[in-house]
C-alpha cells in the first residue's frame, strides 16, 4: 500500500450545536467525550490503531517533531509540524481557517500547521530541511483563500518583503506555501497543489474566522511508503 491523504470536513461525527457534526479538536470548548469518539472514528476510517493516530498541541510556532516506533500517542506535543518514517502511522493536523499541508515522500511523510505566523517563521522550510534529498508530494486543504483573507497593512507589507503572494491587502497563504515549496525543493517537488476549498466560504467546513465558536476539521497522512 502507498502512503495516502485525506482531508475531514463537518460532515460525520457526533457533535452538536457549534461543533456540529465532526469536530476533532479537543481544545474548542466541545464534549471531550464525543471528540473522543470522533477521533476514535477517524482512527477507524483510516485503518490504524488509535494509539498510531497522532494529534499536535498547536501553538503557531516552528517546532517541528519527529513521530517514530517508541512515539506514544497519548503524550501532549506541543509542535506545528509531525513527521514520520514509521509505516503505519497517523498524523494528524488540525485546522480551521489555517492551512493543513500535507507532504507524502518517498521515506517520510509529513503533517504541518501553517498560518500567517507559522509561515513568517519558517515552519514549512524547516520541515522540508528534515526531508532531506527526497522527492515528494505536497498537498494542501481546505483553508481561508487570499480573497477572504485581509490583512493589515504591517503584516501585508511584511510578506511583500518576504515574497509572500499577496494583492489588495490580501495574504494568499495557499499559494505562498506552493511558491516557498518550489523555491526550496525545486525538482524534488513532484507536485504541489491547493485543493481550492476555502473554509470561511465553504458550509460544510469550519471557519474560526466566519463563526469564532466552532470545531476543526483535520488533514491525515497516513505513512506506508511503498519500498
Ligand atoms: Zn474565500
Known sequence: MASRALFTSRAGGWSTGPYS????????????????????????EVGVRTDRLFFMEQVHGSEVIVVDDSSNSSELRRCD????????????????DCAPLLLIGER????????????????????????????????????????CYQVGADLYD????????????????????????????????????????????????????RDQLTGRQAGVVIHDPQI
Not at 509540524?81 to 480551521?96: D, Q
Not at 526531508?131 to 498537498?139: D, G, K, L, N, Q
Not at 470561511?200 to 469550519?206: A, D, F, P, R, V
Open 158 to 209: 511584511q510578506a511583500l518583503e518576504r515574497g509572500f503572494i499577496v494583492g489588495n491587502q490580501r495574504l494568499d497563504i495557499p499559494r505562498s506555501i506552493i511558491k516557498i515549496l518550489h523555491d526550496v525543493a525545486g525538482k524534488r517537488v513532484e507536485r504541489a497543489e491547493w485543493n481550492g476549498i476555502c473554509t470561511l466560504e465553504s458550509e460544510s467546513h469550519y471557519s474560526y474566522r
Open 108 to 147: 517520510t511523510s509529513a503533517v504541518v500547521h501553517v498560518g500567517w505566523r507559522g509561515l513568517f517563521a519558517g515552519i514549512v522550510e524547516k520541515v522540508l530541511a528534515d526531508m532531506e534529498s527526497e522527492r515528494f508530494t505536497a498537498i494542501i486543504g481546505p483553508t481561508i483563500c487570499s480573497a
Open 21 to 44: 457534526s465532526r469536530n476533532l479538536g479537543t481544545h474548542v470548548g466541545d464534549d471531550l467525550e464525543v471528540v473522543r469518539r470522533n477521533r476514535d472514528q477517524l482512527a477507524e
Open 81 to 96: 509540524a509531525m513527521i514520520t518514517r514509521t509505516p503505519g502511522t497517523a498524523l494528524v493536523v488540525l485546522v480551521a
